[in-house]
Nanobody, 121 residues
Framework: VQLQASGGGLVQAGGSLRLSCTAS????????MGWFRQAPGKERDFVAV????????YYLDSVKGRFTISRDNAKNTMYLQMNSLKPEDTAVYYC???????????????WGQGTLVTVSS
């Protein structure tokens, strides 16, 4: 099983980035997928989750209206479009696979490695 996150980088406040998470080694379309982030010196936090069918999403309050989670089951890939980025969004972003409700609580079957997002003021 492998979850490969990519797309992080350095961006100015107000800018945008799109993260990708490509999965292999399991049946991607059977799993809900989620994004999490860990800021320096802090615990890892839930950011967003999407159901296996792409029909249900849920977001951390502070990213609602700015971030959009999506998936393409044909490509075994999940995305996080991040707009209007703020310095407080700076973190290592991780993708994960599991069941919808446990993912909202930070419980996942599989975790990927992180990709660093840095937002400068």
């Amino acid at each position: 099983v492998q979850l490969q996150a990519s797309g992080g980088g350095l961006v100015q406040a107000g800018g945008s980035l799109r993260l990708s998470c490509t999965a292999s080694g399991f049946t991607f379309s059977n799993y809900a997928m989620g994004w999490f982030r860990q800021a320096p010196g802090k615990e890892r936090d839930f950011v967003a989750v999407i159901s296996w069918s792409d029909s249900i999403t849920y977001y951390l309050d502070s990213v609602k209206g700015r971030f959009t989670i999506s998936r393409d089951n044909a490509k075994n890939t999940m995305y996080l479009q991040m707009n209007s980025l703020k310095p407080e969004d700076t973190a290592v972003y991780y993708c994960a696979a599991g069941s919808y409700h446990p993912l909202r609580l930070g419980v996942a079957d599989y975790w990927g490695q992180g990709t660093l997002v840095t937002v400068s003021s």
